[in-house]
């Protein structure tokens, strides 16, 4: 019997449309499989190159340790969790990795996420509601700007950067009432330049309002958060990844004691979720204790670093990018135009360097770039290989001009 064939529902003909709109515009994208550990060296479907664009800043996604400790965990206690936190999925694993998180942070407590996402729109979700206001840096992360948007406070849009709009937003947030919260990235994870949170915290307490401050990429990277913002310069809710620096997954909240039993009542997306794999928190409890042990990780990080941007200057002039100002192991080169960025990311995968183009809408239109990401994992050889490569690369010109 033949099958019945059917053309094309109307969802699909839109939807195809509109690929092809993204294809044409050098906005479509696609998935790369890496086949083995993902370290600095990879193996990209088939290809061996060095990797530039992942955020394993301190290069322990692939410590031999790391691994170990998870996989002594997955022999003890196998793969899941098996049910949401409240039900019977809280192990013992996420509670000592919630206990040293809050500790390293110099916080009366932490609350695990399954992922960074989950953690932003939760908090926010949570803590603020129709009768209050947001006030938030319009470079945030997209799940800190989603979670504010979902919480239905009053979302304010703030020029990145600019204390003093922040100052005027405050002003009218007050004569409307309700509660304020400021929320901003530490660490903006497409330009690499860092929030002033001592004065936000600051400005925050003098107005009534909460800081909230996501440092995902700024955790494990930077010194420990309670060095890094003491007393007054600190942050009333601090937000963290353990994708990144540590070389796991998942997300964490630090604050007060009532500040997480009230997320433990109320965030939905912790409430409603399984709870991560207690493996991983594991592993990620085991590279916590490297962080906190072996400070040579960040210091050769800081080293890479400065040696990476030395090299791009010392390119001179004449460059088909723009590298902007970053301390921080973001390091984006800015093309400006889509498909001028994806040919400088493809000339560098062909010489065996691996840096991803950004493009619209992760960044705005006419700053499309490619993120360098650096890691302490990376050696001299690698960075001066990546800097050479990078001027001898020429692109056509860029015809927006």
């Keep these: 019997m033949n099958a019945l064939v059917v053309g094309p529902s109307l969802l699909d003909v839109r939807l195809s449309h509109e690929l092809e709109r993204l294809r044409a515009a050098d906005l479509y994208r696609q998935r790369r499989v890496i086949d083995g550990s993902h370290g600095v060296r990879l193996s990209v479907g088939g290809k061996s190159c060095i990797s530039f664009c992942s955020n394993d800043y301190l290069g322990l996604a692939s410590d031999p340790r790391v691994a170990e400790a998870g996989r002594a965990a997955l022999t003890r ?225 800081a080293r890479n670093i400065a040696r990476f941007r030395a090299g791009i200057a010392a390119l001179g002039d004449g460059l088909p990018f723009r590298l902007m100002a970053s301390t921080t192991p973001i390091q984006p080169l800015i093309v400006g135009d889509a498909g001028r960025a994806m040919a400088l990311s493809r000339a560098l995968f062909e010489r065996g360097y691996w840096v991803a183009a950004i493009r619209p809408p992760t960044v705005p239109a006419g700053t499309s770039r490619l993120r360098v990401t650096l890691s302490a994992a990376h050696d001299e050889v690698q960075i001066d290989g990546l800097i050479e490569a990078i001027g001898s690369c020429r692109l056509p010109p860029d015809t927006r001009r």
């Design 77 to 301: 206690v196998g793969t899941g969790s098996g049910a949401a936190a409240l039900i019977s999925g809280y192990n013992a694993e996420h509670a000592r990795l919630e206990e040293e998180l809050a500790d390293y942070c110099g916080r009366e407590r932490v609350l695990l996420f399954s992922s960074g996402w989950a953690a932003n729109l939760g908090l926010l979700r949570a803590l603020f509601g129709k009768d209050d206001t947001l006030i938030c840096d319009e470079l945030n992360h997209a799940s800190l700007i989603d979670g504010a948007r979902l919480s239905g406070a009053r979302y304010v849009r703030a020029p990145h950067g600019d204390i003093a709009a922040i100052e005027a937003a405050l002003i009218g947030a007050k004569e409307r009432g309700g509660e304020i919260g400021i929320v901003s990235d530490s660490i903006f994870s497409m330009d690499g330049d860092e929030a002033e949170v001592p004065t936000l915290a600051r400005l925050a307490k003098r107005s009534g309002a909460t800081l909230i401050v996501d440092d995902a990429h700024g955790f494990g990277v930077q010194p420990a958060p309670g060095a890094r913002y003491p007393g007054a310069d600190a942050p009333e809710v601090y937000v963290a990844t353990l994708g990144k620096s540590l070389g796991a997954s998942g997300a964490f909240v630090a604050g007060s004691e009532a500040l997480i039993e009230f997320l433990i009542q109320r965030a939905r997306t912790w409430v409603f979720s399984t709870a991560p794999p207690p493996a991983i928190a594991a592993a990620a409890r085991a590279a916590l204790a490297i962080i906190r042990s072996e400070p040579d990780h960040q210091a050769q990080l």
